[in-house]
């Protein structure tokens, strides 16, 4: 199990020091959005290029873009460690998802609450990752959509039966309450932002939150 706390919920004026409160966790998530594909805007390529440089962990960048076909590859030759790209905005997923990897990140697509798995089943041949939204992409500190744990299932038994490393990912509303469920759904990545960046101490929410899947047995 890897946790990835979201730092669209830290301090956007002092992201090398944030990245170094969760050198504890496994990743550090990085919300790119274009204000096209979310109403939203955050940082984009040149921000990603200087965190890749300062941070104690890899990036797991996740591309609430449009157009990734053409702009998601960049991420991973600035070295994310990870790119994930919405399967809801991509014209040739198996083009994306080779090109992340050509580039040395591991790759993955996301799906939003109201997108099925099942069309996308074939996919799992390209990819390391999927990212099942447990809100609706776009804001930090929404409400957790447990009516989302039966993609999880079902992407964790799509996975067992293709056999592979391939992760599967929740991203919303994750904290100590609702990280248990995630788990015995099948994820076994966690994203988790204000449930981080907003309790005292980031590293010690990290904690609490492997803790928390650990006693569960994950
Ligand atoms: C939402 C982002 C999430 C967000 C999660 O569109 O993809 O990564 O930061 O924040 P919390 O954990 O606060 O729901
Ligand atoms: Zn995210």
């Not at 990835?4 to 496994?26: K, T």
């Not at 990212?131 to 776009?138: C, Q």
């Amino acid at each position: 199990m890897q946790i990835s706390p979201s730092i669209l919920s830290a301090d956007f004026a002092n992201l090398e020091s944030e990245l170094r409160a969760i050198g504890n966790a496994d990743w550090a998530h990085v919300d790119v959005m274009d204000n096209h594909f979310v109403p939203n805007l955050t940082i984009g390529l040149p921000v990603v290029e200087a965190l890749v440089e300062v941070s104690p962990i890899p990036l797991d960048c996740h591309l609430m873009i449009e157009d990734p076909d053409r702009w998601a590859p960049p991420y991973a030759e600035a070295g994310a460690g990870s790119v994930t790209f919405h399967i809801e905005a991509a014209a040739d997923p198996v083009r994306v998802s080779r090109a992340i990897r050509a580039a040395g990140a591991r790759a993955a697509f996301a799906l939003k609450p109201g997108t099925q798995f099942a069309p996308y089943e074939d996919l799992l041949d390209e990819v390391d990752m999927v990212l099942v939204m447990t809100v609706e992409p776009g804001f930090g500190g929404q409400s957790f959509m447990v009516d989302q744990m039966p993609k999880v299932r079902q992407i964790r038994e799509a996975v067992r039966r293709h056999g592979g490393e391939i992760w599967v990912q929740v991203d919303g509303g994750v904290s100590a309450e609702t990280i248990e469920q995630c788990a015995e759904a099948g994820a076994d990545v966690f994203v988790a932002g204000s449930a981080v960046f907003g309790a005292e101490s980031a590293a010690g929410a990290v904690d609490e939150l492997r803790a928390r899947v650990a006693e569960h047995g994950g």
